[in-house]
């Protein structure tokens, strides 16, 4: 390993001092790098940790980003096969399970004859893990560019989610999404 590979896992380690033994780490510059690969001890509890909130944050993301880059293979991927939606604060009516095939379905026609573009921005996850469930609260603001080319003709919608996910074969999944809107701006599609 070469030295700057070496200081940059050193650095690494040392922004991460609660996963890595700290002894380890102070004196690691002093060691060959032989001898860092075996000094690091890790925590795989605390490690696991991260990389199950990662994995959350990342299902939560991509359902977003998914609908704006019209990647909907991406966006049905971080769902379970059915899902509990509740977007109830903005449109009424009550929750409701759904086939996940169905929803982002229902996502593609809708987003591909109303929109021209959007983003949606998620954002503050908090991550509360037990197990193998999890749920990850955020914030959002979904802005969307109607088709037609009207100069100004949009609508911008902020709020919060609150997903729920199961760990399913190894990976995350949504299980539950429910929307609550806070504030909207511009015309609202109907």
Same mark, same amino acid.
Do not use: E, L
């Given at each position: 390993m070469n030295h700057q590979r070496r200081n940059i896992l050193f650095t690494l380690g040392a922004s991460l001092t609660g996963f890595f033994s700290s002894t380890a780490l102070a004196t690691a510059g002093?060691?060959?790098? $032989?001898?860092l690969n075996t000094q690091v001890t890790v925590n795989t509890a605390n490690l696991q940790k991260l990389v199950d909130r990662a994995s959350i944050i990342d299902a939560v993301n991509i359902i977003?980003?998914?609908a704006d880059l019209r990647d909907?293979?991406?966006c049905r991927a971080a769902f379970a096969d059915r899902v509990l939606t509740d977007y109830t604060s903005l449109n009424g009516g009550t929750p $409701?399970? &759904?086939a996940a095939d169905t929803l982002v379905a229902g996502w593609a026609d809708f987003f591909t004859k109303t929109f021209k573009a959007t983003q949606h921005m998620i954002t503050n996850h908090? &991550?509360?893990v037990n197990g193998d469930r999890a749920t990850c609260t955020s914030h959002f603001r979904a802005h969307h560019i109607y088709l037609g080319g009207e100069s100004g003709k949009t609508w911008t919608l902020g709020g919060f989610y609150n997903h729920g996910l199961t760990r399913i074969k190894g990976r995350w999944k949504v299980t539950q999404m429910k929307m609550t809107w806070t504030y909207e701006e511009g015309i609202r599609p109907g």
């Open positions: 002093a060691r060959s790098p $032989n001898q977003g980003m998914g909907w293979k991406a $409701n399970t &759904v908090i &991550v509360t």
